[in-house]
């Protein structure tokens, strides 16, 4: 990964890029990509990673399998390092929505040592295999979706068609409803989680950055940290305003409907170049791409899963990402599993099964 997990592609020039299971010649993602594609390569069934701007959903994607988080103070953040300590929290990758829902189980909850996060309400686990059955399809059709249009479609074609598709498929078995909803101010939102997460990064490990952390730290990671050093109060604050000014935009849509839907990335992973490999990469256009739609579970805290759905025409992952309201996970792993259950991926084609 890269230090500090400072990045989106996993491409570390020091210690070497942690490559997709689908492709050796492009990379898993970050900053959770190891964990990723050792669940992608079947290597183990679960792995876990920590989600500060998509980290575990963004490599999940690109990976072809599952990545979940709960709503911010869900799952225990006793032990591990405070890089991000108001965005980052632990989340799983797995190879299916059931085997997300079983490591959930096992390790959310609240333990007295949890900096800044009180007790959170108790947790419901929903019941998967009730969707063997009519109450399953029933409770289903009573979900709604909100989608931004002009958000949706603003990554690569061959992922929004794919999400389209997936979409349609839902409706037609289910009978979900899907509203058109704005989710305003998009950028100025991304801009207040990056000037967040950098001025809460540099906070925690600056002093030792500049001490040792300069010379063992790969040259993107120096270009990111040098940014990150730049941010000052005034900006922090201005970044705090935004996010409980999106905040209420978010609650408000979710008076309307239950999820969010969205692509999780706006790219499907791409080469690892030979550049790369030696200096790292630091890549805007794709970075902006690649973290798109990861902003809002980590700078509101919401929970959010994404589902693998299909490929492209060079047969790598696309996934679907669902973002739930405050402590709806079950919500959301329940219609994860709905949409898992319809969608069957074989590469390079996608099949849909509407069970008809």
């Keep these: ?13 020091i210690h070497g890029a942690a490559r997709n299971p689908y492709n050796r010649r492009r990379y898993a993602g970050g900053s959770s990509g190891g964990s990723a594609a050792v669940v992608a390569a079947g ?7 920590v989600d500060g701007g998509g980290s575990v959903r963004l490599p999940s994607a690109l990976c072809g399998i599952v ?25 799983i990758h797995a190879a299916k929505v059931e085997d997300a829902l079983i490591m959930y189980a096992a390790i959310h909850g609240h333990l007295p040592t949890d900096p800044i996060v009180s007790r959170p309400p108790p947790v419901n686990l929903p019941l ?17 979706l909100a989608k931004y249009t002009k958000w949706f479609e603003d990554c690569d074609k061959e992922v929004y068609k794919c999400c389209y598709k997936v979409l349609d498929a839902v409706q037609r078995r289910y009978g979900c409803k899907v509203i058109e ?16 997460i950098g001025s809460e990064c540099f906070t925690s490990f600056g002093l030792d950055y500049n001490k040792w952390g300069r010379q063992e730290a790969a040259m993107d990671v120096r270009a990111t940290f040098a940014l990150y ?7 922090f604050l201005a970044a705090q305003r935004m996010r409980r000014r999106q905040m209420h935009f978010h609650m408000e849509i979710f008076k309307k409907a239950d999820i969010i839907v969205t692509p999780t990335t706006g790219c499907t992973a791409k080469p690892i170049t030979e550049s790369s490999l030696k200096h790292g990469e630091l890549n805007y256009i794709d970075g902006a791409k690649l973290v798109r739609y990861q902003i809002a579970g980590n700078f509101l805290g919401l929970p959010a899963i994404s589902i693998p759905i299909g490929y492209d ?8 990402q669902l973002i739930g309201s405050p402590w709806a996970e079950a919500t959301l792993l329940w219609v994860a599993s709905a949409i898992e259950k319809l969608t069957v991926a074989r590469q390079p084609e996608v099949f849909y099964d509407l069970l008809s």
Excluded at 128 to 144: A, C, M, P, V, Y
Excluded at 181 to 196: F, G, N, Q, S, W
Excluded at 313 to 320: K, R, S, Y
């Design 1 to 13: 990964m890269h230090e500090f997990g400072a990045g989106t592609t996993n491409i570390n020039s």
């Design 43 to 49: 290597i183990c069934p679960v792995s876990l990673g």
């Design 67 to 91: 990545g979940f988080k709960g709503t911010f103070g869900r799952i225990s953040s006793s032990g591990v390092i405070p890089i991000n300590w108001s965005l980052g929290m632990i989340g």
């Design 128 to 144: 998967l295999k009730d969707l063997e059955h009519h109450q399953g399809e029933n409770h289903t059709s009573r979900i709604t």
């Design 181 to 196: 909803v704005t989710v305003p101010e998009i950028e100025e939102m991304r801009l207040a989680h990056y000037i967040t």
């Design 229 to 235: 050093s730049s941010f000052n109060n005034q900006e």
């Design 313 to 320: 025409d060079d047969g790598m992952p696309i996934g679907l």
